[in-house]
């Protein structure tokens, strides 16, 4: 009994470390302004003024919350052949801005790509959990038949069990990810009674929210340029007129109370000005390959680039995912193939 090692719940005489740094921690949640909430559902601009000066914000962990509805639009009800796409938020805007202060601090084109092009590449395992990251696995391909669905009296909880066994014992799909996002965003129970919501944090896409500190009366203002996209935030059939309605968009922001002690220090250690250092994203337009090679100048930047991600895909065919319109536009009868992608710096 000697040599054992005792579980922690039986260590009794060991010390109980405690953190007396916070006193504790809410949420502030910020909703639209009121000229812009009506753009939820129609191209424009739509506002979040953050302007609680006197709280200590932990903007690195803040997060959108977007509940919603998809339907068929010609027969208002749940899609049958389509689902949305994984990590289809940010894909919802054209543009996001961040300002602080009075100043725009980053503007981020293509959220949507560059978001997942982010997680995909650079933070692969902080985000795979994440409610609406649900990616394309395998072939990538996806249903060719109607969606499944359950009777609009069913049980949520039977509904959530017949869920999760269709998924470990239907194989209907090489492409898992396609299957779970059906299961998650086509039900009729949830669409009709209270719809679907999606959490999406504002980091990684924001290079400023790198600097994981805290911050205190500095205003800030997110803005998000809606666009109006069903047929490419929507995969599955052709031919579909599946649609996305956001039926509440809220920006939910951590709010840390410091104890009496460490806000003291921090007060008394702010005598002057510090500067900062964080990243900068920097997002540039797409293009698209029109010839057997392609000059494409970037941007010009004055700080030394960190790294550079590019990305490729093809044209869209409404919402069926296929070569045609690359083959047109590179004249050739078979799959176009990328042979050597050279990047020049500093020319």
Same mark, same amino acid.
Request: hydrophobic share 30%; net charge negative.
């Given at each position: 009994m000697a040599n054992k090692i005792l579980d922690p719940i039986f260590r009794l005489y060991n010390p109980i470390r405690y953190s007396f740094n916070k006193k504790k921690e809410d949420y502030i949640f910020i909703s639209p302004t009121v000229?812009?909430?009506?753009?939820l559902n129609d191209d424009g601009r739509i506002t979040f003024e953050i302007n609680s000066l006197s709280n200590w914000l932990l903007l690195s962990d803040a997060y959108f919350r977007c509940?919603?509805?998809?339907?068929?639009?010609?027969?208002?009800? #749940?899609?049958?052949?389509?689902?949305?796409?994984?990590n289809f938020f940010p894909?919802?805007?054209?543009e996001m801005v961040l300002e602080?202060?009075?100043n725009p601090i980053e503007t981020i084109t293509h959220p949507g790509e560059f978001d997942t092009m982010l997680k995909t590449v650079l933070y692969p395992k902080d985000f795979?959990?994440?409610?609406?990251?649900?990616?394309? #696995?395998?072939?990538?391909?996806?249903?060719?038949?109607? #969606?499944?669905?359950?009777?609009?009296?069913?049980d949520l909880a039977r509904m959530r069990v017949v869920a999760r066994n269709t998924i470990e014992r239907v194989a209907q799909a090489t492409n898992h990810g396609f299957e779970k996002r059906v299961l998650q965003y086509n039900n009729v129970v949830e669409n009709n009674r209270w719809g679907n919501y999606v959490n999406w944090k504002l980091y990684p896409l924001f290079g400023?929210?790198?600097h994981r500190k805290v911050s205190i009366g500095l205003p800030?203002?997110?803005?998000?340029?809606?666009?109006?996209?069903?047929d490419t935030i929507f995969l599955g059939e052709n031919a579909s007129d599946a649609k996305l309605e956001i039926t509440n968009l809220q920006l939910f922001i951590p709010v840390i109370t410091p104890s009496i002690e460490v806000e003291t220090r921090i007060f008394n250690s702010l005598t002057k000005d510090i500067e900062i250092a964080f990243l900068h994203r920097n997002t540039v337009g797409s293009m698209t390959l029109t010839g057997e090679s392609t000059t494409w100048p970037i941007t010009n930047t004055i700080k030394p680039a960190r790294y550079l991600m590019v990305g490729f895909k093809n044209l869209a065919d409404s919402q069926m995912n296929n070569n045609n319109a690359f083959r047109v536009a590179m004249n050739q009868t078979q799959d176009p193939l990328i042979h050597k992608v050279q990047v020049r710096l500093n020319k």
């Open positions: 000229g812009s909430k009506s753009q509940d919603f509805k998809i339907k068929d639009g010609t027969q208002n009800q #749940v899609p049958q052949t389509n689902t949305l796409e994984n894909s919802l805007f054209s602080a202060g009075s795979d959990s994440v409610s609406g990251w649900i990616p394309d #696995v395998g072939d990538g391909s996806v249903l060719k038949e109607t #969606v499944r669905n359950l009777a609009n009296d069913a400023l929210l790198e800030y203002k997110i803005h998000l340029q809606r666009e109006i996209n069903d």
